[in-house]
């Protein structure tokens, strides 16, 4: 019987920038009103650009040479990781992301979008909502609105410097994996970008 697998197409923050991220993580950590997150380890943190669901290994080499073409000529391009800020909004997030912007915030979308309708007609049906780049950080173990609004403030934390300039020069076809350290990401195929 062939395997399923959760499949999606991103990029996984590397290992250097881990460390850095790490750093400004831990201050916002420690602000008051941070309570009953799930926060995710560096394994998981990933720019998702598309959630493709779970395919067999089959379609998943299908949408590897689909995937081949439609990044053959794509160029690499810069965002900033600029703070961690809630979703789906300030106010009341469940969720603490990194946001990613900069000159080459646009482009991501677009291409995010492209390999979003290239990939489509290969998987199940899926949501669609809007792309918009940013990496999960952690979030509510518990949804009540106290910790909601807890979670908002404490996000919203003094300006500060942009985190660290993150250079997209591949894009992955990633698998979702389980171990004793957590979930992570295991890339099936790496397509460097020109």
């Given amino acids: 019987m062939d395997s399923i697998n959760r499949t999606f197409i991103g990029v996984r923050v590397p290992p250097d920038l881990q ?3 790490d750093r400004s993580l831990l201050l916002l950590k420690r602000k008051p009103g941070i309570l ?4 995710s380890q560096p394994q998981e ?5 598309v959630t493709l669901g779970e395919l067999n290994v089959g379609s998943i080499a299908r949408i590897a040479e689909a995937l081949q073409m439609a990044l053959k000529d794509q160029p690499s391009f ?3 990781m600029e703070r961690f800020v809630g979703l789906p909004n300030m106010i009341q997030p469940r969720f603490a992301v990194l946001q990613l ?6 482009t991501c979308i677009d291409l995010a979008n ?3 309708q290239v990939t489509k007609t290969m998987t199940p049906m899926r949501d669609s909502k809007p792309f918009q780049p940013n990496v999960v950080m952690g979030r509510l173990k518990t949804e009540s609105e106290q910790l909601r609004v807890s979670l908002g403030r404490a996000l919203k934390m003094p300006e500060q410097e942009a985190i660290a300039t993150w250079k997209i020069d591949q894009i992955e076809l990633l698998v979702s994996t389980a171990s004793t350290q957590g979930v992570g990401y295991k890339a099936v195929e ?3 970008l020109s």
Avoid: A, C, K, S
């Fill in 45 to 49: 943190w990933i720019l998702n650009m």
């Fill in 78 to 80: 810069e965002m900033t």
């Fill in 114 to 116: 492209r390999l979003d």
């Fill in 19 to 21: 460390l850095v991220v």
């Fill in 190 to 192: 790496v397509f460097p």
């Fill in 36 to 39: 009953d997150m799930r926060w």
């Fill in 101 to 106: 912007t900069g000159e080459g915030t646009q």
